[in-house]
């Protein structure tokens, strides 16, 4: 869905550009809702991300402790990852809730139900929480790269 949303953003500008620039009036919900794809393509590439390593991450201090050490970080990072990530889909969702039982809108160029604007948030963070888990049970390393990581370079 990311993928699909970043070629419709792309679209979208690209028309927009040309009709302004031919005098024809603007596509003015183009911005609203490509901001709107931006937030999607953000949440919903999160878990992702994370599964495939293809985050920012600085691995200088953890190549000066010993194995057994780097195992303990690891298992810390791990751990601070997934519980900011419930926490923070815990108040995501506590907002969609909200939202969802005042039915409130966000007005720009176009109404938009709040809800469907904290959705994604709320999926990205839960998603993002099971794959750090999953790193914090299982022997696989965020630090290591299999020959099958490289392979998609």
Request: one cysteine or more; aromatic letters at 12%; a neutral charge.
């Given at each position: ?38 937030l999607y393509i953000t949440f919903l ?109």
């Open positions: 869905m990311a993928k699909a949303l970043i070629g419709l953003s792309i679209v979208m500008v690209i028309v927009d550009v040309t009709v302004r620039n031919m005098g024809l009036r603007p596509m003015t919900w183009a911005i609203s809702a490509t901001e709107y794809s931006l590439s999160m878990p992702w991300l994370v599964r495939t390593r293809g985050h920012v991450f600085v691995v200088f201090l953890r190549s000066t402790f010993p194995p057994s050490a780097r195992r303990i970080l690891e298992a810390g990072v791990y751990l601070l990852c997934l519980l900011l990530s419930v926490y923070l889909g815990y108040v995501a969702l506590a907002s969609l809730s909200s939202a969802l039982a005042t039915g409130s809108f966000e007005s720009r160029t176009f109404d938009m139900p709040k809800w469907l604007i904290l959705l994604p948030i709320v999926i990205g963070f839960f998603l993002s929480a099971l794959e750090w888990l999953a790193f914090l049970l299982t022997p696989a390393s965020l630090y290591t790269v299999s020959a099958e990581d490289l392979e998609g370079l």
